[in-house]
């Protein structure tokens, strides 16, 4: 990709094949397969992540760095108008990890310089029980530069994903279509307890309606 011209432009072109090439497929495993294979590409892309650092550290308006996301420190630098997929970066801080949670789509991911850390988990009950949940760890992957792994909806791709080290990573990852679910869960390892996060613009709303409700109700 030449990433010297513009780099709005060069991305929407190269998510445009994308979007041709996966609405091939049926599957979501076909999806996963298609897009480790395309991840690693962007990933050894070194000119492409630094113009889209510099534009974000000039303040340019591409990428907009306000637009909400489920994790403060993820940009959205592309969302297919279909949403077939979403394109992301972050940048972790030395030993930051996410919340345990889980999504509400498949993803691939991997990082552009450092190690990731991704910590896997299952769960055990039989989710009967409102905002309970008993994980158990599965296991733990460390992801060096351009390698990838994957994610999948809900209670099968619980996970944790960090800086082990001490210096930033930058990560990169794909999620495909969501399902019909406006937010994710996030799980408390301890308390054994189940929480829903709503985006910034979702969450704001429904908090708005719950107190005027409670207004309404107290006039």
Known sequence: MNTQSNLQENIERLFEKWSLDIGKFSEDRQKIEYF??????ILKDTAF???ILEKITKG???PDIRRSSLF???VILFLNA???FSFRFAIYEPGEYTIVHDHSSWGVFGTVFGPLEVIKYQRLDDGSVDHYAKLSETGRLLLD???????LPLDK???SIGNPTDQLILTSS???NPLRRLFINSFDLKSERMYPIYPPKIKKKRQAQQALKILRSNS
């Open 72 to 74: 403060e420190n993820e």
């Open 174 to 176: 794909i999620y495909g």
């Open 145 to 151: 530069p351009t390698d990838t792994d994957f994610t």
């Open 60 to 62: 340019n308006p591409f």
């Open 82 to 84: 279909s949403r077939l």
């Open 157 to 159: 791709g619980i996970h």
């Open 49 to 51: 992540f630094i113009d």
């Open 36 to 41: 480790r294979k395309e991840l690693p590409v």
